[in-house]
């Protein structure tokens, strides 16, 4: 069934301000990029969350119990009134991804709406997908920071290293405009085939591409399409990482085991991911928007007794098109209507998990 997004949250869409023009226009008038990022993030809600005057940030601790007394489910898992399992009361956490990979991908060969081909070896790379691919940071990026400034939401950024190495200048508007910078590997390679040496130098790469255009250094990481290697997460571990998403069997962030240490899990999400709805189902936005939407009530309402979080990926080259901003608008507007939800970036989020003494600990590390 597809939504109507003017009425989806009882109020028509959002008229949509130059924020990002505002911004390089303060950034090039003398501020430094630090700066504004402070500037901009004194200026939307405060912490990383939302709704009904709610803030969660992992600075605050395990929030206290607020209604109810701690209880097991049949499975043994603890539950509690909402509030318990979230900073500063928080019901349900919202975590977003928005995945900055444009100019990772290979040359030729790259998923893309136009047909294979089978290109000679004078024609070393794909122009048409090249031009969808570059979609995402001249159009896509831009367009999803004014939309997360405007309802004052936080996201984590899942930056490949190509492609912050040839848009620098993007990559550190993300980071000062609040957001957090992770990994996601130096380019598009199948990561879980290499030679254990040989990913320790890819996961070095990707680290230093990224800190080298960001000036911050990624303590979250993402494999491409989620595939990672026996030696992934020991070498996370290894090089002081704190959490991955290579992980979609929960719906809460989790601790598991690795090299004998607490290693986080903040699980990501195929069913919320706009690159498997809209390229992979042909989804239309309203499709999409109404998906979203489903899931976040059921996870809203599972959220009275026990700690949910929901996620949603957005990648740059797909939600950031006037269509699917158009959605996500309808639809933060939508979450943002209900008391105590609050939105979270990973790292934060991950923070929280490892110090909560209520986060689960799974036996098996998979």
């Not at 003398?30 to 405060?46: D, E, K």
């Not at 996370?236 to 085991?257: A, K, N």
């Not at 989804?283 to 599972?302: H, M």
Request: proline share 8%; charged share 20%; with cysteine.
């Amino acid at each position: 069934m597809t939504t109507n997004m003017s009425d989806a949250a009882g109020a028509p869409a959002a008229s949509f301000a130059p924020e990002r023009r505002a911004f390089l226009a303060r950034a090039g008038g003398g501020l430094g990029l630090a700066a504004v990022g402070l500037a901009l993030g004194a200026a939307a809600a405060p912490g990383r969350a939302l709704a009904a005057g709610a803030t969660a940030t992992a600075d605050t601790g395990a929030a206290s119990l607020a209604g109810g007394s701690l209880r097991r489910s049949p499975a043994g898992e603890p539950e509690a009134a909402h509030g318990a399992f979230w900073p500063n009361g928080a019901r349900l956490v919202i975590s977003i991804s928005m995945q900055f990979e444009a100019g990772g991908q290979p040359p030729t060969g790259a998923d893309s709406p136009f047909p294979p081909v089978d290109f000679p070896p004078q024609v070393p790379v794909d122009l048409a997908s090249a031009t969808w691919f570059a979609y995402g940071y001249r159009e896509g990026i831009p367009r999803m920071l004014d939309l997360w400034d405007r309802h004052g939401v936080k996201v984590t950024s899942h930056m490949i290293g190509e492609a912050v190495r040839r848009r620098p200048d993007l990559a550190r508007e993300i980071v000062a405009r609040g957001h957090e910078a992770a990994g996601h590997g130096p380019r598009w390679s199948a990561q879980y085939a290499l030679p254990r040496d040989e990913e320790r130098r890819f996961l070095i790469a990707a680290r230093e591409m990224v800190e080298t255009a960001t000036g911050t250094r990624p303590v979250g990481y993402n494999c491409n399409w989620l595939r990672r290697g026996p030696n992934t997460l020991p070498l996370l571990q290894e090089l002081g990482y704190l959490y991955h998403i290579d992980d979609v069997s929960r719906d809460e962030p989790f601790i598991e085991q690795v090299n004998g240490q607490d290693f986080v899990v903040v699980p990501y999400t195929l069913r919320n991911n706009d690159i498997l709805l809209i390229e992979g189902r042909n989804y239309s936005p309203g499709q999409f928007l109404e998906q979203i939407k489903l899931d976040f009530d059921q996870l809203y309402d599972e959220a009275a007794t026990r700690r949910r979080m929901m996620s949603i990926s957005a990648h740059d080259r797909i939600s950031g098109t006037p269509q699917m901003v158009r959605a996500w608008d309808a639809f933060l507007r939508y979450a943002q209507s209900h008391p105590g939800v609050a939105f979270m970036r990973k790292d934060d989020i991950a923070r929280h998990a490892r110090r909560s003494p209520l986060t689960l600990r799974e036996p098996e590390t998979l």
